[in-house]
């Protein structure tokens, strides 16, 4: 069946620094990808659609700046949250549908848990 | 605009009871409805998912959900529930937008706790 991998599964960074997640779907081709965001104890917010060789679609609401969303390949979609603060500290989870057309159901990554100190 | 509401937010069964969690949505066109589960600090599984074929759609670990029009309802039920089944719930539309492009709107979520 369709995987789709994340990476880091937990990540612990200083004030400041950039922090990039990596969301891989191992055996289809994702020509999009989606992003989410999920607070404690509250439901999977999106955050951008991720499209392979043309630049993301964010949200509104979400800072393009400051989530940075690569798709350079059918395989691989990266966000980067840069300059991270304590308040981006969230579980970020990715995903993907396996035929582009959505009736088919997505396919998440096992989220990323990002605490900023 | 398309919607769900998760009508519980904590449910709580007995092990070997009957599960039902609720879900509601509207939408404007023809949605697609799932189910997903999520246990702690994981991503979302897919239990099953309704696309305009049989009503009454089975999914994995004996859940299963009925598409019902009339009531706008995609309730989730499951005959005898297991301590593994405790997780969170979520229920998800998706629905072609005006724009054009396919949107996923998630339920808040339902909490199942399965007690021995």
């Known amino acids: 069946g369709a995987v789709v991998s994340q990476h880091p599964s937990w990540v612990i960074c200083k004030s400041g620094t950039s922090v990039k997640i990596e969301c891989r779907s191992l055996?289809?081709?994702?020509?999009?990808m989606f992003w989410y965001r999920q607070f404690p104890k509250q439901s999977l917010m999106l955050m951008a659609t991720?499209?392979?060789?043309?630049?993301?679609?964010?949200e509104q609401g979400v800072e393009k700046d400051k989530f940075l969303i690569n798709h350079a390949s059918l395989t691989l979609s990266t966000l980067t949250v840069t300059s991270a603060h304590p308040e981006d500290s969230s579980f970020y989870i990715c995903?993907?549908?396996?035929?582009?057309?959505?009736?088919?159901?997505?396919?998440f990554g096992s989220g990323t848990r990002l605490t900023v100190v | 605009a398309q919607s769900v509401t998760q009508l519980d937010s904590h449910v709580s069964v007995s092990e070997g009871t009957p599960v039902l969690l609720r879900c509601n949505y509207s939408s404007s066109y023809s949605p697609s409805l799932f189910w997903y589960v999520q246990h702690p600090n994981k991503g979302l599984q897919l239990l099953l998912k309704y696309t305009s074929a049989a009503t009454l759609v089975k999914g994995i670990n004996g859940f299963e959900a009925e598409f019902k029009k009339s009531e706008t309802s995609f309730h989730l039920t499951k005959p005898s529930a297991h301590m593994s089944d405790a997780a969170e719930y979520f229920c998800?539309?998706?629905?072609?937008?005006?724009?054009?492009?396919?949107?996923?709107?998630f339920g808040s979520g339902t909490r199942l706790q399965v007690q021995p």
């Open positions: 055996d289809f081709q994702a020509t999009t």
């Open positions: 995903s993907a549908s396996l035929t582009g057309d959505t009736n088919y159901g997505y396919t």
């Open positions: 991720s499209n392979e060789g043309s630049k993301a679609t964010y």
């Open positions: 998800v539309v998706s629905d072609r937008m005006d724009t054009g492009r396919r949107a996923l709107t």
